[in-house]
């Protein structure tokens, strides 16, 4: 199966992305969710912490590192999405006492995908 999800990084790596949320107890709220102009690749939850997860994949060998393949433009396009995110869904929400933006990067490699997750990486 693997050998499949490589050939599509970016879906396979929001899919394995996605499921290893789950496992680790985060509820998907939503995914390829559209704030304004930009696609939230993930929306996850868990207990009072809501996590816009911005998914990479790159295959092993490729010169830029998932984790840093995100620039200041889409940085800044993240947290503008945030705010919005926050005050359309989230700030009269109690459940939801943080929103934070993770990035996950995934490096497809001959023995599977590699997951890295950087827990709030980009301030909102």
């Known amino acids: 199966m693997i050998g499949s999800l490589a050939r599509a990084p970016g879906g396979?790596?929001?899919?394995?992305v996605a499921?290893?949320?789950?496992?680790a107890g985060w509820?998907?709220?939503a995914r390829r969710l559209r704030v304004g102009r930009l696609e939230i690749d993930i929306l996850a939850q868990r207990d009072d912490i809501a996590a816009i997860v911005?998914?990479?994949?790159r295959r092993a060998g490729t010169r830029v590192d998932p984790l840093d393949s995100?620039?200041?433009?889409?940085?800044?396009?993240?947290?503008?999405a945030a705010r919005a995110l926050w005050s359309q869904r989230f700030a009269?929400?109690?459940r939801?006492?943080?929103l934070r933006i993770d990035i996950a990067?995934?490096?497809?490699?001959a023995d599977g995908a590699e997951v890295e997750i950087v827990q709030g990486a980009i301030e909102a």
Do not use: N, Y
């Open 96 to 98: 939801v006492r943080v």
């Open 54 to 57: 911005e998914v990479r994949g």
């Open 19 to 23: 499921q290893r949320l789950a496992a």
């Open 12 to 16: 396979a790596a929001e899919e394995i």
């Open 27 to 29: 509820t998907i709220l």
């Open 105 to 109: 990067g995934v490096i497809f490699g």
């Open 92 to 94: 009269t929400d109690p």
């Open 70 to 80: 995100i620039g200041g433009r889409k940085a800044a396009r993240l947290a503008m």
